[in-house]
């Protein structure tokens, strides 16, 4: 099992693609700490399926991560795997958009990953071995009109994780962004009402002429996949990938 003995932090994962990357990673032995808003049954079901800890932290308080990962150490051990995959979206014009939204994004989609790694990484080097993976996204690459906090917050994020990965990279510790293109989870089905009231545009004419216009395969990416492909970045054959940015998107960025 590749994560055998591991303890492995997935902020965001309550649902989605941080759901499923924790799935994967609880399938191959590592022990695993949920992040996540959500409701409190579903979220004991999900700690009892994957025999996991959940931490409530709320990303946008600094005070809270710091409890969060002094509770993971206390409970679980530091983190091995840090995954700052928890991330909100917002769409709208710049001129009307708001400042809260605004700061709510850069705080959840970026500052929080500076103090997740910030704590995390002297037990990592200790140990000479660990693996953050970050969830950015094809918009940590190019943008799109309307989503000015969300496409500044993940390409600060990629910039976050080339840092990291040269100041830790004689200590066994990788540091890479994934960047999904679409993802068929509720933060996309979110989004559709606003998208469908700043464009005129029907549900149908969102999905096909707007999220997946961009898409070349025409599909939406799997939580899945990303997933597995996270759980190869925590392989040792994976220790020289360092500092990239590593697209899932179907070809969107390839255009
Ligand atoms: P999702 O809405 O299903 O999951 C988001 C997770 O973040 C949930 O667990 C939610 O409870 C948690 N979260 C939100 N605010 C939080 C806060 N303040 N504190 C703690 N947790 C909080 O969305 P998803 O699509 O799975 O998104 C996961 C990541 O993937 C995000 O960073 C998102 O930007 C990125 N991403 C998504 C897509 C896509 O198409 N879905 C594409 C590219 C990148």
């Known amino acids: 099992m590749i994560l055998a003995g591991k303890v492995a932090l997935i902020t965001g994962s309550t649902s989605g693609i941080g759901l499923a990357i924790a799935r994967a990673f609880a399938a191959e032995g590592a022990k695993v700490m949920l992040n996540g808003f ?38 679980l051990g530091p983190p091995d795997v840090l995954v700052n995959n928890a991330g909100i979206q917002h769409v709208s014009p710049i001129e009307s958009f708001p400042p809260d939204k605004w700061d709510s994004i850069i705080a959840i989609n970026l500052t929080a990953a500076f103090h997740t790694v910030r704590l995390a990484l002297p037990a990592m080097r200790a140990k000479k071995w660990g693996r953050i993976i970050n969830t950015a996204s094809a918009h940590s690459l190019v943008a799109s009109p309307n989503k000015s906090a969300y496409v500044a ?67 939406f990416v799997t939580p899945e996949e990303i997933a597995a492909f996270a759980l190869f970045l925590c392989r040792d054959e994976a220790g020289s990938i360092t500092g990239a940015n590593l697209s899932m998107d179907g070809g969107w960025t390839a255009a």
């Open 38 to 75: 959500g409701d409190a049954s579903q979220i004991q079901a999900l700690c009892t399926e994957l025999g996991a800890l959940h931490d409530g932290a709320d990303l946008s308080d600094p005070a809270a991560i710091e409890a969060m990962m002094a509770r993971c150490s206390a409970e």
């Open 153 to 219: 917050a993940k390409h600060g994020i990629a910039g976050l994780t080339k840092t990291v990965a040269l100041e830790a990279a004689r200590d066994g510790v990788t540091a890479n962004c994934i960047s999904p293109g679409y993802v068929w989870t509720t933060l996309v089905e979110n989004q559709i009402p606003d998208t469908m009231q700043a464009r005129g545009l029907t549900r149908e004419q969102v999905i096909n002429d707007v999220l997946l216009a961009a898409q070349p395969t025409k599909r």
